[in-house]
């Protein structure tokens, strides 16, 4: 059973380029959420999605940073224009979505993350 | 803002328990109390959550208060492996719409 699956696990992009980063849930998972973790510090939420569906992006800066969970395929978490500031690990986590009462359904599981680099 | 407090930093000998406390004063009653771990430059990984009762798994046991505003992840033979940044974290929320805010966690490190 495959876990999440993130790529790129490493990412290079010069300032002002546009980073794209994707994450695939874990099979029969619906839900998705993004964090970034700036060195030496911890994990920070940005977004929560559903298939189609941005549930809750209050942790995403205004600008520059969309994300989205198509139908189909992965979900994308997308940065335009990086500054040197952006420089830091991105983790995906996806969960299912079946509330058995007992919170069971909706742990969330994390992928190993992809490290962007801006320079 | 995350709900909980922990330590910045603990040690622990190898082959002894590691008790991991948490304070979450501010919970709400149908609010779950869950821990992960984070070894250095991986992805969280889930350890083990719960709501009033106590739980154990392969893993860990996890006690909490029977107020609520308190809980101990408990490793019962800590190994090097276990050095980590654990982190104690209340799910917020209702379904569907589940946040999980994450503090500064608690350093470990496990001594030979």
């Known amino acids: 059973n495959a876990g999440v699956m993130q790529n790129p696990r490493h990412l290079v992009r010069r300032r002002g380029q546009e980073a794209r980063l994707r994450c695939s849930p874990m099979k029969g998972h619906s839900h998705v959420y993004w964090y970034r973790q700036l060195p030496e510090e911890g994990l920070k939420f940005m977004v929560y999605?559903?298939?189609?569906?941005?549930?809750?992006e209050s942790g995403m800066p205004k600008e520059r940073f969309s994300a989205e969970f198509p139908k189909e395929g992965p979900s994308i978490l997308r940065i335009q224009q990086v500054v040197r500031g952006d420089s830091a690990a991105y983790f995906c986590a996806s969960s299912p979505y079946r509330d058995r009462g007992k919170g069971d359904g909706n742990t969330i599981y994390f992928g190993e993350g992809s490290w962007l680099t801006v320079v | 803002d995350a709900k909980t407090t922990q330590p910045p930093s603990m040690d622990c000998a190898e082959g002894r328990a590691a008790n991991l406390p948490c304070n979450h004063s501010?919970?709400?009653?149908?609010?779950?109390v869950y821990w992960y771990r984070q070894i250095h430059s991986q992805g969280p990984q889930y350890i083990i959550h719960g709501l009033k009762n106590n739980e154990t798994n392969e893993m860990a046991s996890l006690i909490i208060t029977e107020d609520r505003k308190s809980s101990t992840l408990i490793l019962p033979h800590a190994t090097l492996r276990d050095t980590a940044v654990y982190y104690c974290i209340v799910r917020v929320g209702t379904s569907g719409t589940y946040k999980y805010i994450f503090g500064t966690g608690t350093r470990l490190k496990v001594l030979a």
């Open positions: 999605l559903q298939k189609e569906n941005i549930i809750d």
């Open positions: 501010t919970i709400s009653g149908n609010e779950y």
